[in-house]
């Protein structure tokens, strides 16, 4: 089969599954952008990583809280029947730390690093939610592709089983030659089978990621906005934005803010406090309504704290040791990402580029085969050796265009480049 019958072939095939997707109720076609814009509207892993950042963003607030005015009503009523009778009283007071010791402001440094790394945090539950959405759109695109080539196979081997019997009949060909076709065309019949439970498998991950079935895919962009142009630019982008890195960089800064924590418990505080009370009495001097008024500073100075703030300390300092090692860890990491990432998009770019001139060459050596076998040049089996080469030269290409698609994503991710603008 020529090109322009293969395409012709192909593009059918296309339309038949658009037509199909349209009758079944997916969108008729949807690209990568809306894959990706689903998925952050609706996926639930990002969604909780949203809600637990918000609840992280609320604990600065919490330790700004420990050095501002507090102030709390009480009262209380009962009986007494040895000297006052039935009574009550009710006091207000409130308290106002003047001097923490630094216990507020570094905790308010450790709350606000634990909220940067949080947000760091998220950008990376983001970026690895695009890159699952990547990965699915491109498993479902290539099982897609792998459907309709098998499909074409089986209807060129009809042709071919067709024009088998139709030589027999005339004594121009043998009962093996058409035995051949007809056995190739059940492999085909089966391999059509698999590639289709393979559609179903992907179409199910797409689903659990992006929250609704695949339709008719349209092509992705032929390359991700944002890519780095080196290897070197690559090194430099990870460790300047890869999120993970900087969720450590912003770790161990909250970890370092932790010691002054620690110390501070053993800090002198002072605390300017003030309270009114007032008191009513039944019984057997009905006429007593003590009241009271106060106000004051109050000194707490630790003098003795059986070892506790010494052992505070050295554990917030091996906490703080640790993030450092995190840290180192995570830029590491960050770096072997972006390398293994940009070796990957290389060779995929070689891998695109040599299958697609393997492809126009299986597919001349195929129309060739078939012209000689007119003939009677070729033999049955070199029909069906040239149409196998054809069909393992379309399906190589195919994944190869599949896995350059997720490598790019991947090499976004280690860049800190993967989110919704680097998908258009």
Do not use: C
């Amino acid at each position: 089969m020529n090109s322009p019958v293969l395409a012709a072939v192909l593009a059918a095939l296309l339309a038949a599954g658009h037509a199909s997707a349209q009758a079944s109720g997916p969108a008729p076609t949807e690209t990568l952008a809306d894959a990706v814009r689903a998925a952050v509207a609706s996926n639930p892993a990002l969604a909780a990583a949203r809600d637990r950042q918000d609840a992280l963003a609320e604990t600065p607030e919490q330790a700004r809280a420990a050095g501002r005015l507090t102030a709390e009503a009480d009262a209380t009523g009962g009986y007494d029947r040895f000297d006052y009778g039935k009574g009550g009283v009710a006091t207000v007071s409130a308290a106002l730390p003047i001097w923490t010791g630094g216990r507020v402001s570094t905790a308010v440094r450790a709350a606000n690093g634990d909220v940067e790394a949080g947000a760091q945090t998220l950008r990376d539950t983001a970026a690895d939610v695009i890159e699952q959405v990547v990965g699915a759109y491109a498993a479902v695109q290539f099982q897609q592709q792998a459907v309709a080539i098998a499909r074409a196979d089986i209807a060129l081997l009809d042709s071919q089983v067709a024009e088998a019997k139709a030589r027999f009949d005339l004594g121009a060909g043998t009962q093996t030659d058409v035995v051949r076709l007809v056995a190739e065309r059940e492999g085909a019949v089966a391999t059509l089978a698999a590639a289709e439970a393979a559609l179903v498998a992907a179409g199910a991950s797409f689903r659990a990621v992006v929250g609704r079935d695949p339709g008719a895919l349209a092509p992705p962009p032929a390359d991700l906005a944002e890519l780095p142009a080196s290897l070197d630019e690559a090194r430099r982008r990870s460790v300047a934005a890869n999120p993970a890195y900087l969720a450590s960089l912003a770790a161990r800064g909250a970890a370092a803010a932790r010691i002054g924590v620690a110390r501070a418990n053993g800090a002198p505080s002072v605390t300017l406090a003030g309270g009114y009370g007032y008191g009513l009495a039944f019984g057997r001097d009905p006429s007593g309504y003590p009241a009271s008024a106060a106000a004051g500073v109050t000194l707490r100075v630790p003098i003795f704290t059986g070892g506790l703030v010494a052992s505070q300390v050295r554990q917030a300092q091996a906490g703080s040791r640790a993030a450092a090692h995190d840290a180192d860890g995570a830029a590491r990491e960050a770096i072997r990402a972006a390398d293994t990432a940009w070796a990957n998009v290389v060779a995929a770019h070689v891998r695109v580029a040599a299958g697609e001139r393997a492809v126009v060459a299986a597919d001349r050596a195929l129309a060739g085969v078939k012209a000689e076998y007119v003939v009677a040049l070729r033999t049955t089996l070199d029909i069906l050796i040239a149409d196998e080469s054809l069909r393992g030269a379309q399906l190589a290409l195919a994944s190869s265009r599949s896995d350059l698609l997720t490598g790019e994503a991947a090499l976004l991710r280690a860049v800190g480049s993967l989110d919704r603008t680097a998908i258009t």
